[in-house]
């Protein structure tokens, strides 16, 4: 599985970005996460949607996030609302074929996107 991120950009406190992710080389079920890295911190996971579309998110952006998952386009999206500078990080979109586990771990995950630069000030 190949992923590609975009829509990454820098914005305003207050305001809100919606990232996608394009999958290709795929045909199966499989997990859409959302993960972000900012410098010098560990990565950590955002959300994450299995085939049938149940959404999980991590507690940092519970009530400002929306991700969604498009099989037949193969394609994902999240969207961040009421951004804060703490948001500021490298967002990763990662696939794991199968259903979601229980959390939202990176190890979980062995296929990655390249990240696509959000900046909140």
């Known amino acids: 599985v190949q992923l590609v991120e975009s829509g990454g950009a820098s914005v305003q406190a207050g305001g809100f970005l919606r990232l996608s992710c394009a999958a290709s080389?795929?045909?199966?079920?499989?997990?859409m996460g959302w993960f972000r890295q900012a410098p010098g911190k560990e990565r950590k996971g955002v959300a994450m949607?299995?085939?049938?579309?149940?959404?999980k998110y991590a507690r940092s952006v519970k009530g400002r996030a929306t991700v969604s998952k498009d099989n037949a386009k193969k394609t994902s999206d999240l969207r961040l609302d009421s951004l804060k500078p703490e948001d500021t990080a490298m967002y990763y979109c990662?696939?794991?074929?199968?259903?979601?586990?229980?959390?939202?771990?990176?190890?979980?995950?062995?296929?990655w996107g390249q990240g696509t630069q959000v900046t909140v000030s």
């Open positions: 949607i299995n085939n049938g579309g149940l959404p």
């Open positions: 990662a696939a794991r074929l199968g259903w979601c586990l229980d959390d939202i771990s990176a190890s979980d995950f062995p296929y």
């Open positions: 080389d795929d045909d199966g079920t499989y997990c």
